[in-house]
């Protein structure tokens, strides 16, 4: 478990602007400005009124001292991690502890490497005897409908940009997998929200079948902090549920 240290504060949302910025208001009617590490639309998740938890950084010299952590939103009003900062690392823990077996047996895991057309891979495993596997994690926070978790919450042209390299990198012979990390537990399945961004719906597709493999692991947040869920999500296209690995 990742626990939130030091721990959050409950707040009230008054408005997200500018992506990374938000004023809120403290218990106390404090109002401050404090920074949203999260570039997508924040769907459902950024309702003036909610209720968030933020936290201190403890470093005044920050111009946006507080950053703002959980929400709660969706249909089924849930915790959910609006910090996509936190997928990277939790994918990484996961798989050092043998919790992603799909991703198990390799010596190494480096995060942030230089790979492809200028571009930094987020995980790259390696081990002997074996190719390298090229892993992108995406931090999921939509959802729209009871139980079902979705990605992109807005359009992404990087996004699509990775799912071209990760196709490179299979033609290489290496091995890619993207892992779509839940940052909610209220959800059973996960598709692609093909309506908000049909280029990387068909980017996706177009990767799985050059070889592209997808995974999609939930994690549980609470005010205390993150864990893995039990279940995950299982993967669903065109109405049909599929199997979590390809």
Same mark, same amino acid.
């Given at each position: 478990m990742t626990d939130f240290t030091p721990p959050l504060t409950r707040a009230t949302l008054l408005k997200r602007y500018k992506r990374f910025m938000a004023d809120i208001r403290f218990a106390d009617g404090q109002e401050i400005t404090v920074h949203v590490a999260n570039p997508g639309s924040m769907m459902g998740l950024a309702e003036p009124g909610s209720t968030i938890y933020v936290q201190d950084s403890g470093n005044p010299k920050r111009k946006l001292r507080w950053s703002w952590q959980l929400a709660s939103g969706g249909p089924n009003n849930e915790p959910v991690v609006v910090n996509t900062g936190f997928a990277n690392g939790l994918v990484e823990a996961a798989i050092r502890n043998g919790h992603i077996p799909e991703l198990a047996g390799y010596?190494?895991?480096?995060?942030?490497?230089?790979?492809?057309?200028?571009?930094?891979?987020?995980?790259?495993?390696?081990?002997?005897?074996?190719?390298?596997?090229?892993?992108?994690?995406? @931090?999921? &926070?939509?959802?729209?409908?009871?139980? *079902?978790? %979705?990605?992109?919450? @807005?359009? &992404?042209?990087?996004?699509?940009?990775? *799912?071209? %390299?990760?196709?490179?990198?299979?033609?290489?012979?290496?091995?890619a997998v993207m892992v779509y990390a839940a940052m909610r537990a209220d959800c059973d399945g996960f598709r692609i929200a093909a309506d908000i961004d049909p280029a990387y719906d068909k980017g996706l597709k177009e990767a799985l079948a050059s070889g592209v493999e997808r995974l999609c692991y939930a994690w549980a947040p609470s005010p205390n902090g993150i864990k893995l869920a039990t279940t995950h999500p299982t993967f669903i296209d065109e109405g049909r549920e599929t199997a979590k690995t390809e």
């Open positions: 010596d190494t895991i480096k995060r942030e490497v230089k790979y492809g057309e200028n571009s930094r891979i987020d995980l790259l495993l390696e081990g002997a005897g074996k190719p390298p596997c090229y892993v992108e994690v995406k @931090s999921v &926070t939509l959802s729209r409908q009871p139980r *079902l978790a %979705e990605f992109p919450d @807005s359009k &992404t042209a990087r996004g699509a940009k990775h *799912l071209v %390299e990760l196709q490179n990198e299979v033609a290489k012979g290496h091995r």
